[in-house]
């Protein structure tokens, strides 16, 4: 389990925990702590699970709003606290944080297939999947990723070609 999958679960857990007791952001620490202490006891991330959860708890208006939006067919309080909680913190990656939108979907996706229900991982992708479809500023994000991407590859094959002409002596015209 890479260390981002195992931050976002602990995350994860953290909310879930935080949203079956009520909502109470005083806890929200000490919730962090014990998920840390039973689930990762020597792992640090550096503040990752930390950032996840407190953007998701000043943002929750919001995203709520989005979870609204998308799960037409089901009102919030209706959708499992796991499911609920698993959309809350793919929609934060997507609208407020840099990580690629793609790998915040395929996560998310993930997390709920480990542990949704039967039916969690299709639920999730097509909230999650509709927002994306519905967000330029995301698309956005994506595109630039794979222009980036594109761009490496690019000044990689650029060197290699240069590398083998130093070591062939042959110049360019």
């Keep these: 389990m890479s260390n981002r999958h195992?931050?976002?679960?602990?995350?994860?857990q953290t909310l879930?925990?935080?949203?079956?007791?009520?909502?109470?952001?005083?806890?929200?620490?000490?919730l962090i702590e014990d998920n840390f202490a039973n689930f990762a006891p020597n792992f640090d991330d550096g503040g990752f699970v930390r950032?996840?959860?407190a953007?998701?708890?000043?943002?929750?208006?919001?995203?709520?709003?989005?979870?609204?939006?998308?799960?037409?067919?089901?009102?919030?309080?209706?959708?499992?606290?796991v499911d609920r909680n698993i959309l809350r913190l793919g929609i934060y990656e997507l609208s407020y944080t840099p990580i690629p939108p793609r790998v915040a979907i395929n996560?998310?996706?993930?997390?709920?297939?480990?542990?949704?229900?039967?039916?969690?991982?299709?639920?999730?992708?097509?909230?999650?999947?509709?927002l994306y479809g519905d967000e330029p500023e995301i698309q956005k994000r994506d595109n630039k990723e794979e222009a980036e991407a594109a761009k490496e590859k690019?000044?990689?094959?650029?060197?290699?070609?240069?590398?083998?002409?130093?070591e062939t002596g042959a110049t360019e015209d």
């Excluded at 195992?6 to 994860?12: S, W």
């Excluded at 879930?16 to 000490?30: I, Q, Y």
């Excluded at 996560?107 to 509709?130: C, M, P, R, Y």
């Design 16 to 30: 879930f925990a935080w949203d079956f007791n009520g909502r109470k952001n005083d806890g929200l620490e000490s």
């Design 55 to 81: 953007g998701v708890v000043e943002h929750l208006d919001e995203i709520d709003k989005h979870i609204i939006k998308y799960a037409t067919e089901w009102p919030l309080d209706q959708i499992t606290a």
């Design 107 to 130: 996560e998310s996706i993930e997390i709920a297939k480990s542990f949704g229900g039967d039916s969690s991982g299709k639920f999730v992708n097509g909230v999650l999947g509709a």
């Design 6 to 12: 195992l931050a976002r679960t602990i995350a994860l």
């Design 51 to 53: 950032g996840l959860v």
């Design 154 to 166: 690019e000044a990689e094959a650029a060197k290699e070609k240069a590398d083998d002409n130093l």
